[in-house]
């Protein structure tokens, strides 16, 4: 058996389990991910969060690295890798504070996505996601889609919007009407067509101007609270179909777990939100094939 230390945090109840490797060690192979994000064996949570000093982390993060001193290396519920998290990175942030590993307001992080820049606000953190972008821009029909979704909940395949936001979401407008608790997220969204490596998809409806509410079904884990990067990635896409209006560029996003800010900079979007701590602990790596000790 290895017994490890854990953190456990969530922003807007987008939880992951904290696992300090401040000397580089323990590494954790995909069954130790699935392990500890299991809610019923495990610790719980929608993903697996390394903290890892920079000088440990692999050798292309490490050359992307810049001023960033800790590396946050995300993995998902089902033992797969992200490149980024918006909700994590907060979260990540908080542990470093809290710990006194990082110190002053603003300081950066390395992810798989390059590096992320953070600032804390009022109320939590605030991210530079970086640029997004229109995943595949030159397929957008007319409607501004460029792809297709059948959820359990709605008749029929819903037009839908690609986004890079370092990761990929596939974005599905609903009426502002539409009661998005009628969809069925337990079941997998079908996209058509599915990007090479999987997507995260998000169901979006206006409430007003600058302020929509979503649910989402995430890669790699299934429905989860709230999505950071898929908060985006929907008021991008919200933004974008309205043409792109100057006067829109705050949006709040209304996820089941709270809410969520997201400010435009032209083609850099930055994600605002709460972060917390909420328990420390041990944890006993159980003997899987990928453990032998
Ligand atoms: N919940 C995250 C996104 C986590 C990664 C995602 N499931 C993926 O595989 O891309 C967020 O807050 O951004």
New binding site residues.
Partial sequence: MTTISFAKGH?TK?DFVLVPALDGTPAITADDVVFLADRRAGVGG??VIRVVPVEHAPEDIRAAAGDARWFMD?R?QDG?L???????TRVFAKYLLDNGLESGRDFDIATRDGVKRMTVVDGGFEVDLGVWRLARAPEADERGSDSVVQVVGAPDPLPALSIDMG??HTVVALPPEFDLSTLDLAHQPRVDPLPEH?T?VEFVRAIGPGHIAMRVH????GE?Q?????AAAAAVATWWWAGQPADQLRWRVDVPGGQLGLRIESDRAFLSGPAEIVATGTVQLPITPSRNA
């Fill in positions: 922003g987008n929608d993903g995300y998902n797969s992200g490149e980024m998290c918006g909700n994590g990761n990929p999987g995260n995430e890669r790699g884990v989860t709230s999505c950071g990067t898929g």
